[in-house]
């Protein structure tokens, strides 16, 4: 297979293991050991992602171990203070490591993953597996599904990955995604085709930690200033604006991999040669515009799922989606280019070489980024990601508001903690009607199941809403427990802007 390449320099291989049973014994008794105690506590300062009380309790999570033939795959995860290098800036941060992003964990659709988790942070903290349908023990919401992880203690996130695809992983608790808890997730198609000759994980972040405000920060003046947006710019020459407002937070630095744009990652390859890049918006608060100078991009897969291939010249990632392309490249030096939605700022980049010559300026804005620029609503799903046909059994109303005055958002007219959850009965074909009652658009994230826009079927995880606007999310109900559904823009979601899923009966 030579479409696995190795990833961007700067991602770390994770400890993977391959499929020999020596690591069978591995499992040890460090899963749950001091994982979260019932009524545990973190010290976290705010609420918390979901974290916040709703006075249940949690014992360690029930290892899994592998069946006879599955593979396992063994990752450790340390959220630690560090200083991260970004290209001449250094930050310090909390992360997985010592760079951002975080390594990439990869496995294969079907393997069990144990991922030991050992909190070096003075917070609380967990990991979240964005995007896959998980078991519930797993899914790493505090208050939800897990206490947070304290200071010191350690939690094994033991899962099997159903659906192969482009996945991340990132830390649930308050605003800790906005610092550098964030890393990729890669789940192997074991009937992939492959058809490129190499493969790169690009990432999309929004900076301040370290540099500017921290993200606590930023949220506590946000709420108490009643909120304001980054960038009034609506657009920035970047077509039709689809998105409204850009934003809430200005950020100091834009990145790529880690990156700022004047000490961007260089990918290199040869003219001619077909890549397949992952790319990830991990940032918080920022819609990103994506293009290749020179270049035209195949997209075949968004938040996992294949779609019927589609050339643009450049598309939208919302905060949590992810989507994958395929580009022919040509020869010379080109920037890929991530730019901001709606902020008036130098856009994030990489650098493409396949031959000599200089790279474009820092800020060269490639001519792709001026014309039509692809979104979800271009795309429809590959028959293999198809959902049934059905008629939904069930319709919830899930609506977005806020944001008018105060730094308040709520789904279905409350902030998290005050709002009913919404009610599934399993098995049944449930419709989520996602109404959009605010100026601003929102990434909403669905946890525990993946959904298909009616209309299109496009399968996905996180689905950018725009303002005013109703999409209806398909899904059945097929996987119990206590679930999320949420606005990623961390601001949001953590002013409110979240609601839980529970199944009756
Ligand atoms: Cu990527 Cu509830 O999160
Ligand atoms: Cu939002």
């Known amino acids: 297979m030579t479409g696995l390449g190795l990833g961007a320099a700067g991602l770390l291989a994770a400890c993977t293991g391959a499929g020999d049973s020596g690591h069978g014994s591995h499992s040890g008794s460090s899963a749950g050991s001091s994982a979260g105690q019932p009524g545990a506590s973190s010290s976290t300062g ?12 949690f014992g360690p999570p029930t290892p899994l171990e592998p069946t006879p033939g599955q593979r396992l795959v063994s990752a450790t995860l340390e959220p630690a203070p560090a200083t991260v290098d970004l290209g001449g800036v250094n930050a310090s941060t909390w992360a997985y490591g010592s760079a951002v992003p975080g390594p990439v964990i990869r496995a294969t659709a079907g393997d069990l993953l144990q991922v030991t988790v050992t909190n070096r942070l003075s917070a609380g903290t967990t990991v979240h597996w964005h995007g896959i349908r998980l078991r519930n023990a797993a899914d790493g919401v505090p208050g939800l599904t897990q206490a947070p992880i ?3 203690a350690t939690y094994r996130y033991d899962f099997v990955p159903p ?45 301040t930690d370290g540099i500017g405000k921290t993200p606590d920060d930023i949220l506590a003046e946000l709420i108490a200033g009643g909120g304001g947006h980054a960038g009034h710019g609506m657009g920035m020459g970047m077509g039709d604006p689809p998105w409204g407002m850009g934003g809430d937070v200005t950020y100091p630095h834009y990145l790529v991999n ?35 100078g020179g270049h035209r991009l195949t997209v075949t897969h968004t938040d996992g799922y294949a779609v019927q291939p589609r050339e643009c010249a450049a598309l939208y990632l919302g905060m949590g989606e992810r989507y994958d392309v395929v580009v022919t490249l040509a020869d010379g030096v080109f920037p890929l280019v991530a730019a901001p939605f709606g902020k008036l700022t130098v856009a994030a980049r990489a650098l493409v070489r396949t031959g000599s010559g200089d790279p474009p300026a820092a800020n060269a804005r490639p001519a792709e980024l001026g014309g039509e620029i692809l979104t979800h609503a271009d795309l429809a799903p590959a028959d293999a990601a198809r959902l049934a046909d059905k008629a939904p059994d069930s319709v919830l109303p899930v609506v977005l ?90 601001y949001h979601g953590e002013a409110g802007m979240m609601i839980e899923l529970a199944y009756q009966g």
């Open 46 to 57: 705010s609420a918390g992602m979901g974290g916040h009380d709703l006075g249940r309790s």
């Open 150 to 152: 304290a200071p010191g």
């Open 163 to 207: 659906d192969p695809g482009t996945y991340f992983f990132h830390s649930h608790v308050g605003v800790q995604i906005d610092r550098g808890l964030y890393g990729t997730l890669v789940i192997d198609d074991p009937r992939e085709p492959g058809g490129y000759d190499a493969e790169w994980v690009v990432v999309l972040d929004d900076w």
């Open 258 to 292: 880690g990156r700022v744009a004047s000490a961007p990652e260089t990918f290199t390859a040869k003219p001619g040669q077909r890549v397949r890049i992952r790319l990830v918006n991990a940032s918080a608060d920022t819609i990103f515009a994506v293009a290749l």
């Open 401 to 490: 508001g806020g944001g008018m005055g105060n730094y308040a958002w709520t789904i279905n007219g409350a902030a998290y903690g005050k709002n009913a959850p919404l009610q599934l009965t399993a098995g049944q074909r449930t419709r989520l009607r996602v109404s959009n009652q605010s100026m601003m658009t929102h990434p909403f994230h669905l946890h525990g199941h993946t959904f298909a826009l009616a209309g299109t079927g496009l399968r996905k995880d996180t689905v950018l809403v725009r303002h005013m606007e109703t999409l209806d999310l398909d899904f059945d109900a097929d996987n119990r427990g206590s679930w999320m559904a949420h606005c990623h823009n961390a």
